[in-house]
């Protein structure tokens, strides 16, 4: 799916990039920034999530680092702290849908048991993911494809390895080992 105010090929250009940011912050239940200048999109985007009631979560870093003085700026205006992926989940998992069962099902009579807030069971994943992981950045699509784990689940380990400092986000949605 595609979304944008902006028609189909238009060049991107620094001043879309706060509808940008508006529409990924509306979609989102909340918005993690880990790095944020004085002056920055990741700002702009906690705003935009703040204004649309959705959670505004910041991982903290060094005060003395330039790159991450509106980040502690946010943090000392109310955003929650977090160190992994786990506490965002604490906020935003009850938020989640859960799935609607259809009424005739051997589940809808039996009633439904919600999934279990931590979606790793084991390091077994997490060791199937990064085993794919090398120097040249993959994409996010390949690794589910190539992991057969669900979209879920992987983004859930990337996004705790990217917090515990183990990869780094690239462009066009890739990602190598730090």
């Known amino acids: 799916m595609i979304i944008s105010e902006l028609p189909p090929g238009t060049r991107p250009q620094t001043r879309h990039f706060p ?11 909340g918005v993690v920034v880990i790095e944020a200048a004085e002056r920055s999109g ?6 935009f999530a703040l204004e649309q009631g959705r ?3 910041a991982v903290p870093d060094s005060p ?10 946010l ?5 929650t702290l977090i160190q992994n992926a786990d506490e965002v989940l604490e906020v935003v ?28 069971d084991s390091g077994a994943e997490q060791q199937r993911l990064t085993a794919l992981l090398g120097v040249t950045p993959v994409g996010v699509d390949d690794l589910i494809r190539l992991s057969e784990l669900t979209p879920a689940l992987v983004i ?19 990602v190598p080992i730090s």
């Open 19 to 29: 509808c940008r940011n508006r529409l990924v912050s509306g979609l989102a239940l």
């Open 64 to 73: 003395m680092d330039s790159h991450c003085r509106g980040l502690n700026r």
């Open 93 to 120: 998992g009850p938020m989640l849908p859960q799935p609607a069962l259809w009424e005739g099902s051997a589940e809808g009579r039996q009633g439904y048991a919600a999934p279990s807030a931590d979606p790793v």
């Open 42 to 47: 990741s700002l702009i985007t906690a705003r």
């Open 55 to 57: 959670e505004v979560f």
């Open 156 to 174: 859930t380990i990337l996004l705790e390895l990217e917090l515990a400092g183990r990869i780094d986000r690239h462009a066009g949605n890739r």
């Open 75 to 79: 943090i000392r205006q109310g955003a």
